[in-house]
């Protein structure tokens, strides 16, 4: 039994102290790949990944608590791990769909399922949560109650959908270089009949809240330069759940989960999860 425990910590320390980058360059066949890893004890968690990015995204976080004993699905959402072009008809109600297909999947043989979530995969999260009473908890990670300048924003896409159908994505030279995992991963252009389904999400995951009474752990980083500063406390402010926790995370990109290596984000959820 003692060389049993031995083993799974050694397994639990190589999963926090690997450098995500040197991961990526070993799994890269696995990058749009959607995964599940069966757990032993019984419970399980779903993963969701953000828009225009893939299951990667939060795969290493799912061998994480794989390790620790939780089944694991990270499905991969219409639109997403091929090229651009695929998103342009997708609505917000097939990405819905797709989570939900997961979830029922998973709740065919555990009673107790966690669904975590980042940027766009929170605001699918918090949708299945209202939809789905039974879920146990919910992580929601960079999730957008509202993004910055959203007025000018959408007014300014709104214009540009008549002019082309595709705009590249910007980054700020203060934020996140070209070799993070999330940029690596994810399509660095997207339709913008897209950006517009996300948004219709957004302004519906967020009237949804009061409704969502699952225990919640909000993560935000607190240099994200999508998200409005003010996200993580209207969240925390507008959830009904009686149980909620929040944590803002330093020196981080937007959806920061495939790149973090410090922080100790990794063992919060999971504590967060064995707590709940």
Known sequence: MLIMINKTCEKTRGVLSADPKQLYEEEHGLLKEPFYFL????????????????????????KYLNENGYTVSGPLLRGHGTKPEDLENVRWEEWLCDVT????????????????????????????AKNKANISGIILMAMPYKIKLEKISVFIVNILKYFKKYYKKF???TFGASTTITRL?????????SALELY?????????????KQPCFILQSNRDHVVAKNSLEKIYEKISS?????????????????DIKNEHIFEDILNFINKN
């Open 242 to 258: 009686k149980i909620k926790e929040k944590k803002y995370v330093d020196r981080a990109y937007h959806t920061f989960i495939s």
């Open 101 to 128: 297909r997961a979830y029922e999947e998973l709740a065919k043989d555990h009673e107790k399922i966690f669904v975590a979530g980042t940027s766009m995969g929170a605001n699918l999260t918090a949708m299945l």
């Open 200 to 212: 219709k999400l957004m302004k519906i995951s967020r009237k949804v809240l009061l409704k969502v």
């Open 39 to 62: 757990g032993t004890n019984g419970k399980a968690v779903l993963l969701i990944h953000g828009w225009t990015s893939v299951p990667y995204e939060v795969r290493r976080l799912g």
């Open 185 to 193: 991963i994810s399509y660095q252009s997207y339709p913008i009949k």
């Open 171 to 173: 980054y700020p030279p």
